[in-house]
């Protein structure tokens, strides 16, 4: 199993552009589950759907942040626009339902 | 959304010894208690994990040590070794939905 996949794994930006992180559950999956990990905050849930539905998005910042899952297999989360405060690593993960939540390997965003 | 507070932030334990990781959670509705490894450039990674029905749960050398009744959990590493380098999470979560995580220890374990 290829695990959870993110891209880009890397992303530098300017200030006010529209940055968009995907991710790729692993299959089977019906939890998907977007973080934030930075120096000061430490890891941050922002939003987690079920079965394709957002269930809570309480921890998304502001709504420059948006996020979407069209399908079982595909997840987004949008930043327009960006700020240099949203540089952190960005994380997704999924699960099968059970306690256990498998993560990716991020993607470190840097807005300039 | 800090609900749970771990200490140290961070520590340095030579090869060989014991290092400890303690955590503690407010919400008594949290059922659900795993500890995460992180590693430099990676996501976390699931180590061990505990319910509240047991206190203690051992998997190798890593062993959960858990108070229910003074909402505390800890984490021991026996005979730390210098690949067990990484930033450990303690997290705490009811039903699969909704974990929260302190905010992690870097341990370092010196050859």
């Known amino acids: 199993d290829a695990g959870v996949i993110q891209s880009p794994r890397h992303e530098v930006t300017e200030m006010g552009q529209e940055v968009t992180l995907r991710c790729k559950p692993i299959s089977g999956h019906n939890s998907l589950f977007w973080y934030r990990q930075t120096m000061m905050r430490g890891l941050e849930l922002l939003i987690y759907f079920n079965n394709n539905v957002p269930i809570d998005d309480s921890g998304m910042p502001e709504d420059r942040f948006s996020a979407k899952m069209p399908n079982a297999s595909f997840s987004t989360l949008k930043i327009q626009p960006s700020e240099p405060r949203d540089s952190a690593v960005y994380f997704c993960?999924?699960?099968?339902?059970?306690?256990?939540?498998?993560f990716g390997p991020g993607t470190r965003l840097t807005v300039l | 959304q800090q609900q749970v507070k771990q200490s140290p932030q961070s520590l340095i334990v030579q090869k060989g010894g014991i290092s400890i990781i303690n955590c503690a959670y407010e919400?008594?509705?949290?059922?659900?208690f795993p500890w995460y490894q992180q590693f430099p450039g990676k996501g976390p990674a699931l180590l061990i994990a505990?319910?509240?029905?047991?206190s203690e749960k051992k998997e190798g050398r890593f062993t959960i040590s858990f108070n229910k009744s003074a909402k505390q959990f800890s984490l021991h590493i026996m005979d730390s070794q210098p690949g067990d380098s990484a930033t450990y999470f303690c997290a705490a979560s009811k039903g699969n939905n909704d974990m929260r995580f302190g905010a992690g220890t870097r341990l370092t374990v010196k050859p």
């Open positions: 919400n008594t509705a949290f059922d659900y």
């Open positions: 505990i319910r509240p029905d047991v």
């Open positions: 993960a999924s699960s099968p339902n059970t306690d256990t939540q498998y």
